[in-house]
């Protein structure tokens, strides 16, 4: 058996935990440390990682991969979520398995189900999924511009999720064991590629 680390700070939900997975793909979550903030992910991440692994009785040392969110989310966070995990790869000589942060939130939902988190802008990032399978997006829009039709629940940020006419799912943010679910396991790990969707707010300055 496995232990991996999962990571995601590309919502407002700064997680880290640890999943053991076994040769036949179930899964166990071993602990998990969830704070919410939109910003302070740079503090909030090493710290839900040691407290992780200290409630999991596990050292770095032992980690057989690391999953991580690569968004799509807000620049600065997900950033720190995306260089932490590839620095503790390369450290730990362990494979870094990016997946998208909406298909977390989406994973092992029934019926289709549309998945929204904050963009800021007065904007959502938004991704549609059928039976927890993905059948549209990533893409941000303002809420005005998604279309709801065919879909028969919303999850993801409870502060979006009012602003559309469907009932809404309690799945707010991703799960350690649902990052690691969604990983395709037979395959190598992907390029580790943030999904901003945008470019960032800063620019270069003018001359």
């Not at 076994?22 to 919410?36: F, K, Y």
């Not at 009785?57 to 799509?72: R, S």
């Not at 399978?133 to 009012?162: F, N």
Request: hydrophobic share 40%.
């Amino acid at each position: 058996m496995s232990v991996i680390l999962a990571l995601d700070t590309a919502t407002p939900a700064i997680t880290a935990g640890l999943v053991r997975r076994a040769p036949d793909g179930s899964v166990q979550t071993l602990s998990e440390r969830i704070t919410m903030g939109a910003k302070g992910h740079a503090e909030a991440l090493t710290p839900n990682i040691a407290a992780a692994c200290a409630e999991a009785g596990v050292t770095v040392g032992e980690l057989g991969a690391i999953v991580v969110g690569c968004g799509p989310g807000p620049f600065t966070g997900l950033r720190v979520g995306m260089a932490t995990a590839s620095a503790m790869g390369l450290a730990l000589d362990v494979p870094v398995y990016p997946v998208c942060t909406l298909d977390a939130i989406g994973y092992d939902t029934t019926g289709s189900v549309l998945v929204v988190t904050d963009a800021r802008r007065r904007e959502v990032y938004w991704a549609g999924y059928r039976d927890g399978a993905r059948i549209g997006g990533p893409a941000v829009d303002a809420p005005a511009d998604v279309s709801v039709s065919g879909y028969s629940h919303v999850a993801g940020s409870p502060d979006h999720t009012t602003l559309f006419d469907l009932p809404a799912l309690d799945r707010q943010y991703p799960s350690p064991s649902r990052l690691v679910r969604v990983v395709d396991w037979d395959q190598p790990p992907g390029t580790l590629t943030p999904l901003y969707l945008r470019r960032p707010d800063a620019k270069e300055p003018r001359r």
